[in-house]
């Protein structure tokens, strides 16, 4: 397998070129590679590499992992999360990307004594078998969660649907980020939604030209291999 340092430098100039391109500046994308395929050994060579954020998507996994490395990495759940598992991990999770529905946020709420960071995630795409709220159900969802004074909105998360030519993706991005301005704009308190949690090893660079600010990448950064 190639050097995860290797890939990275590659991916990171990437991320140089597509931000200027889209004039932004390469400090707001935050690169988290996904462990989800690989073994503990190989994520620790992310961390010496230079990755902060790492992600998994299935608890034991996460678990697994976390383990061994600990509060040295910065951690994402990226995956769906059942509510009966959150009080396995929440209390070392620092940010949750999947956050889909009520009775997910009032267990994240109740089992938790500060501030939990969420991205609510879209569906931007309606595709049936895709996670994540339907565009039109995101605001009146959002403004059920002033209920739960534990739970921080911090942005929008989506999955685009596996494509061959990665612009395809293009209007589904954009698509969050207008969701996302639109979030802000309404000024609430707990829900500064700053951050756009979106692309992947095929299409991050069109991601990154359209305002994500977290990239999650498994395949091309540090490879597939369990
Ligand atoms: C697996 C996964 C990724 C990474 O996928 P790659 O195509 O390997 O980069 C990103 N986001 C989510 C939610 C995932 O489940």
Redesign the pocket.
């Known amino acids: 397998m190639v050097a995860v340092s290797e890939n990275l430098i590659k991916i990171q100039a990437d991320i140089e070129q597509a931000a200027e391109r889209a004039g932004r500046n390469k400090e707001d994308i935050n690169i988290i590679a ?1 462990t ?1 395929y690989v073994t503990i050994e190989r994520a620790k060579e992310a961390l010496s590499a230079g990755v902060t954020n790492l992600g998994e ?1 299935r608890n034991e996994g996460f678990l697994a992992k976390f383990e061994e490395i600990g509060e040295s990495a910065t951690w994402h759940f ?2 769906s999360l059942q509510s009966r598992k959150v009080k396995d991990i929440l209390h070392h999770i620092d940010y949750i990307h999947s956050l889909d529905r009520k009775s997910l946020a009032k267990e994240i709420n109740k089992r938790s004594q500060k501030t939990v960071s969420c991205f609510v995630q879209v569906n931007v795409s309606g595709e049936e078998s895709k996670h994540g709220l339907a565009e039109d159900k995101v605001e009146p969802f959002i403004k059920e969660l002033a209920l739960f004074k534990n739970i921080r909105v911090v942005g929008l998360m989506t ?1 685009a649907p596996h494509v061959d030519n990665p612009e395809e993706a293009r209007p589904l991005f954009k698509k969050l980020r207008l969701l996302r301005d639109y979030i802000q704009s309404l000024h609430l308190d707990y829900a500064p939604c700053e951050y756009l949690s979106m692309g ?3 299409d991050y660079k069109v991601a990154v030209e359209e305002g994500a600010t977290h990239i ?5 950064l540090v490879g597939k291999e369990l």
């Open positions: 996904v989800k998507n990226i995956g999955m992947m090893s095929n999650r990448i498994g395949t091309k």
